[in-house]
């Protein structure tokens, strides 16, 4: 399974990006998709998360102003970011579940970055 992330870049205090990420391969069936993010000298967190009924869980920092969601059909995962603020300046990472056959497995896809600027 090989994800592809786009829609990173720059941005002021207060706007908006929207992430997207796209899965393709072959005889894969998407579970969770996500993404995480990790700034300069820190781990790799969980940004938000959505399960493959539509469920979602966000990290408390980006709670009210990203939302994700996906299109099962097109096994497509986007996070819609908002009021963006400098600490939410971080590579961000696609990461999806899935299973190849009956064997599950976690790919990540590229990073993108978004730099918030103030």
């Known amino acids: 399974v090989q994800l592809q992330a786009s829609g990173g870049g720059l941005v002021q205090v207060g706007g908006s990006l929207t992430l997207s990420c796209a899965a393709s391969?072959?005889?894969?069936?998407?579970?969770?998709m996500g993404w995480y993010r990790q700034a300069p000298g820190n781990r790799r967190d969980l940004v938000a998360v959505?399960?493959?009924?539509?469920?979602?869980h966000y990290a408390d920092s980006v709670k009210g102003r990203f939302d994700i969601s996906r299109d099962g059909a097109k096994d497509t995962v986007t996070l819609q970011m908002n009021n963006l603020k400098p600490e939410d300046t971080a590579v961000y990472y696609c990461?999806?579940?899935?299973?190849?056959?009956?064997?599950?497995?976690?790919?990540w896809g590229q990073g993108t970055l978004v730099t918030v600027s103030s």
């Open positions: 990461n999806a579940g899935a299973y190849i056959d009956s064997t599950y497995r976690n790919f």
């Open positions: 959505i399960t493959a009924v539509g469920s979602s």
């Open positions: 391969g072959s005889r894969f069936r998407i579970s969770d």
